[in-house]
């Protein structure tokens, strides 16, 4: 019972009018600028998080690695969790004075953003 029919095999097949999934050509590199040119938001929110205070940095125009590199920093000077989600760090936690201290010592230009 092994008749493999190439239509079978291919269930998720969606049409496509021109050539491959070349996805690689349709991103935009994201320019990697040095962190002087940098404007940064620091901002503690809770919204859509059942309650619990994290501290957003938007404004990145940075290379992944980098971001990896800086939250891997970030978390470990404030002793707690964090993520990436699109372009955006976010640590556990209310520490906007803290992550204001690291960016500038860094180099980055930051402001606290929000109540």
């Known amino acids: 019972m092994s008749s493999s029919n190439s239509k079978s095999s291919d269930k998720n097949f969606v049409y496509r009018e021109f050539g491959n999934d070349n996805s690689a050509a349709t991103e935009r590199?994201?320019?990697?600028?040095?962190p002087q040119q940098q404007n940064l938001r620091v901002q503690?929110?809770?919204a859509g998080r059942k309650g619990k205070t994290v501290?957003?940095?938007t404004?990145?125009?940075a290379k992944p690695?980098?971001?990896?590199d800086l939250l891997?920093?970030?978390?470990t000077q404030c002793g707690?969790?964090?993520t990436i989600k699109d372009n955006e760090i976010e640590i556990q936690g209310d520490h906007k004075q803290k992550i204001m201290e690291i960016l500038t010592k860094l180099g980055y230009k930051a402001k606290i953003s929000g109540g």
Do not use: C, D, H, S
């Open 29 to 34: 590199p994201i320019p990697e600028l040095p």
């Open 44 to 46: 503690a929110t809770r």
């Open 55 to 57: 501290t957003v940095i």
């Open 59 to 61: 404004g990145f125009q």
């Open 65 to 68: 690695e980098t971001l990896a």
């Open 72 to 75: 891997k920093q970030l978390k």
């Open 80 to 82: 707690t969790g964090g």
